[in-house]
């Protein structure tokens, strides 16, 4: 077997696919010359479709998708599922009645940049036949008919249209990863299929009814009541590259699966001789094997998290800077969900000329996306998920070692222009040893935003639901407290009006959506929308090694003696102050780049604060919309806090003799996370946004309060004792 020593010794073996010659990749040098070459691209374009693999079972396809009305279909990463199969079915006359074929992603950036693509393929305008729909962003019309979008969408959707009645074809794309969205669906679409063809059978007989002469039926049976057309019945596939195709086709009673056999460019696996005990120190030293001794090509490299990948990011550059001036061209971009989108389609552009890519991602990038130039891909083989323990009723991030799918999905990413490699940072026996694929999100996660989801969808009986696994019942009971002690749900457990109704409204986390609720009667919604907003955003400090001692002297500048949330709410609120006066004296465009300046100088992530802002701005709207009054408290931060201990009041703790913190619902013990501004101050009580666990347990984001409000405003869950 091969190996390839690096410069620290570090081997990596290939698998048995090594001995594939490849041919070396030109780098990407698409300039605005040849994009101006509208020809020749769409020629590229063509000659690209035809060569992929499932184009030649493309009829095949589009009969067995006639003859059933569920279908399974597993092919290989990169074979063209995504981007063709929903072509072909345009082709195939499944639009024809005016029917729209919609296609869901786990994920924004998936929907997006597929959409993107697809729209260039059918030379058509982003918008029109071919579009896409996420959370705060819709780029359809009336004329699409290919709709890209995120599973979370769709059930939306369902909430206003229970038949989904616009859709003559649904695709749930990438369903191996089991999102809770994913399981949610695949169970409202159960019912949604067999309530469509019964409509359409009933309105079937009316109509040979109709033709025996006997009287027509005038009601909307089988009729789509806004659209005025009959429907027919709802055609379901379910698709993925790594996929349990028995698993879903017994909860799918026994439907038929097809699998599209070749992939269009090999990938060469390499695994490290030894396991390593510093991933981040390991992935560093791939990427600059790679940009040293490998030919041109650009790369992928899966972090954990934004942390991870900041973190890296910096040792890149710091090591970039050592490297002779020729070696230097290597473009450093990140890539994570709470990136403004704008940032994250940057990484889909070619690199400048000579210049190499190093894409930094989370597994956001890992299924359905083809980010053009990419040749390597790095996999330490670990992702952050989230878990949940019923029995303390704390939901954590923790980083644990991927599944055998994900690392399919994860290599999957290189060879899709052509011969790729994926350097596994971990030895091949470990891969063997990988569960096949991931525990399905609704097994470890707390459950009150689905319920909340079922519930204005009509379904009262969570337990009840034709999950395809489903959820722990104690997790269920755990969920459905906490609904209740927020008010949201009734004795009946169906949702309360008007709280219930609001919380499901907004796309929010429960707890988030019912701070907001509350905030407007405690006449502080302007400061928890922006509180609301920071808080979704991961770190909007960064604090540099090397500037450690003068990073937290300028942060203290920041911090309130009441804790984070108000530090958070400070830090917004300067940083406005600083754009509008600046926009005044320099415009909007260079007070902009002064924010930039602003931030750094301030040790503020201003990517985090963007999109700090971008959330603000889009739930203010959603508030606005749904009528709530939105006023501000000023510099009362008693109010702010008290609306603060009226919401979290289960994340409410009290300090113990030994200075650590006793949480008031379920007795768990944690420490004040290093990051928080009460850190050294020690609160008698104290509220958090959440606890994280590593080697300890840390709660983050916390504020004081005072203990004597939970029995005043959590009744519900605190009395005072004699
Ligand atoms: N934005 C793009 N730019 C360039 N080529 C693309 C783009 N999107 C797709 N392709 C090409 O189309 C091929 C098929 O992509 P598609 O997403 O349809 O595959 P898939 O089978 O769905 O893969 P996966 O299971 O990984 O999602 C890619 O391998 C690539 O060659």
């Not at 301030?602 to 802002?613: D, P």
């Not at 009528?627 to 979290?648: E, M, P, V």
Request: include cysteine; hydrophobic fraction near 35%; charge should be neutral.
């Amino acid at each position: 077997m091969p190996s390839m020593a690096t410069g620290d010794g570090r081997h990596f073996n290939a698998n048995n696919n090594s001995n594939i010659n490849h041919p070396q990749l030109k780098p990407n040098l698409v300039n605005d010359n040849h994009k101006s070459d509208f020809f020749s691209r769409r020629q590229k374009i063509e000659q690209q479709r035809r060569s992929l693999p499932i184009a030649s079972v493309e009829k095949r396809l589009v009969q067995e998708v006639r003859k059933n009305d569920i279908l399974i279909i597993v092919g290989e990463t990169g074979s063209g599922k995504t981007t063709q199969l929903p072509q072909y079915l345009y082709n195939g006359g499944f639009c024809r009645d005016g029917g729209t074929i919609g296609i869901t992603q786990p994920r924004r950036v998936a929907a997006v940049t597929v959409a993107k693509r697809v729209a260039e393929e059918c030379g058509v305008e982003l918008g029109q036949k071919v579009g896409y729909s996420i959370r705060f962003e819709d780029m359809t019309s009336n004329s699409t008919r290919i709709k890209y979008m995120t599973d979370g969408l769709l059930l939306r959707e369902a909430l206003l249209d229970p038949y989904l009645s616009r859709y003559s074809v649904i695709v749930v794309d990438e369903a191996h990863e089991r999102t809770v969205q994913t399981d949610v669906l695949l169970g409202l679409l159960k019912g949604v299929q067999k309530k469509r063809s019964q409509s359409y059978s009933e309105s079937n007989n009316d109509h040979v009814k109709a033709n025996n002469g006997t009287l027509m039926k005038v009601e909307n049976n089988g009729q789509a009541p806004h659209l005025g057309r009959r429907l027919n019945p709802l055609k379901l596939i379910i698709m993925s590259a790594s996929l349990d195709a028995r698993g879903f086709s017994e909860y799918f009673g026994g439907a038929k699966a097809v699998h599209v056999q070749g992939r269009q460019f090999p990938v060469d696996i390499l695994y490290t001789a030894q396991p390593e005990t510093d991933c981040l120190d390991a992935a560093l030293v791939t990427i600059f094997q790679i940009h040293l001794e490998e030919g041109p090509g650009d790369i992928l490299v899966f972090l954990s998290g934004q942390e991870e990948i900041e973190s890296i990011e910096g040792l890149v550059r710091e090591n970039l800077k050592k490297l002779p001036e020729a070696c230097q061209k290597l473009l450093i971009l990140p890539l994570f969900s709470s990136l403004p989108s704008e940032k994250q389609l940057k990484v889909f552009t070619p690199a400048p000329v000579e210049f190499r890519k190093v894409i930094l991602a989370t597994n956001i990038a890992e299924t359905s996306v083809t980010i053009p130039g990419i040749k390597y891909v790095i996999d330490p083989g670990l992702v952050k998920v989230r878990s949940y323990s019923p029995d303390s009723g704390i939901e954590s991030l923790i980083v644990v070692k991927t599944s055998k799918a994900q690392a399919l999905q994860r290599s999957g990413r290189a060879g899709r222009e052509g011969p790729g490699k994926c350097f596994r940072l971990y030895p091949e026996s470990r891969f063997e040893g990988l569960d096949d694929s991931t525990v399905p999100e609704i097994k470890r996660c707390n459950l009150s935003n689905v319920i909340l989801q079922l519930s204005a969808l009509g379904v009262d009986d969570i337990i009840g639901f034709d999950f395809m696994e489903k959820p722990d019942r104690m997790a269920v009971i755990r969920s459905l407290e906490l609904l209740y002690l927020l008010g949201a749900l009734t004795d009946e457990k169906k949702l309360s009006d008007p709280i219930g109704h609001q919380m499901a409204r907004l796309p929010l986390e429960p707890n988030d959506s019912k701070a907001l609720i509350l905030a407007s009667q405690f006449d502080c919604l302007e400061e928890m929308l922006i509180v609301v907003a920071m808080l979704s955003v991961e770190s909007i400090f960064y604090a540099p090694r090397e500037k450690l001692e003068e990073s937290r002297t300028v942060i203290k500048s920041f911090s309130s003696p009441e804790g984070d949330h108000l530090t958070l709410l400070n830090v917004y609120r300067a940083s406005l102050e600083f754009l509008e006066k600046n926009k005044t004296e320099n415009g909007k465009e260079k007070a902009e780049k002064n924010l930039r300046k602003w931030c750094k100088d301030n040790f503020i992530n201003s990517r985090s604060l963007k999109h700090a802002r971008d959330i603000y701005n889009q739930i203010r709207e959603n508030v606005e919309r749904m009528g709530l009054k939105i006023a501000s408290c000023g510099d009362d931060t008693i109010q702010l806090r008290r609306c603060l201990a009226a919401s979290y009041f289960l994340n409410a703790a009290l300090k113990q003799p030994d200075g650590t913190y006793r949480v008031l619902a379920n007795g768990q013990i944690a420490e004040i996370h290093p990051t928080s501004v009460l850190r050294r101050t020690k609160s008698e009580c104290i509220i958090f946004y959440n606890l994280v666990q590593t080697t300890r347990n840390y709660v983050r984001n916390v504020t004081r309060i005072d203990y004597l409000w939970l029995a005043e405003l959590a009744p519900q869950c605190y009395a005072l004792k004699e």
